[in-house]
């Protein structure tokens, strides 16, 4: 499947705004960590991160996860053809597993305790953002400057 020229721009126009949107997604639950442990209301903190990381953040990883593949597979670059893309495609799969699977529990509980939310937790939301647009960042830069090459010979 190799997407026509308007599609392409169309479907790169969608990925980029929703993985850099993701980035600037995750920068305000980086915010919302930091204020959390600098001893801002936590009964507006953790709701406030709960609706953003529940009702945004976690929906715009998956959309941007599918979007992305859609991207490589529609296009020249393919899905492991070249190490820059496959290297997007596994951090990204990372990312979503986490997303899903580990912080939803997390925003979930800052959503309901709020000014209740274990330690433990409050540190977790500081460092889960932390972790997360370090590895979105490095997807950018790789996205800007495609290094490494091709991965499979080609055809
Ligand atoms: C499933 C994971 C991903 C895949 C398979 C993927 C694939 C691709 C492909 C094939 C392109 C080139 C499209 C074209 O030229 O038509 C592209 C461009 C781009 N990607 Fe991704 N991507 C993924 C995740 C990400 C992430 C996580 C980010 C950043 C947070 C990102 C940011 C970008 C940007 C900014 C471009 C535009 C680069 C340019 O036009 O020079 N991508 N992506």
Redesign the pocket.
Known sequence: MTLTPRW?KVV?TL??IT??G??GADLVLLTLGAAGMAGFDPAVVYPATGLIGLVLFAPLALV??VI??V??VG?K?G?IRYWW?AV??V??TAFLLLVLIALRPLLLDALHLGADLPARQRASLLAAPIVSTTL?AF??IV??FKPWGRRTAAA
């Open positions: 392409r790169l990925h980029v993985s850099v993701l980035l941007m996860w992305g593949v991207n490589a296009t670059w899905l893309v997007k495609l951090i990204s979105l997807a950018t996205s800007v």
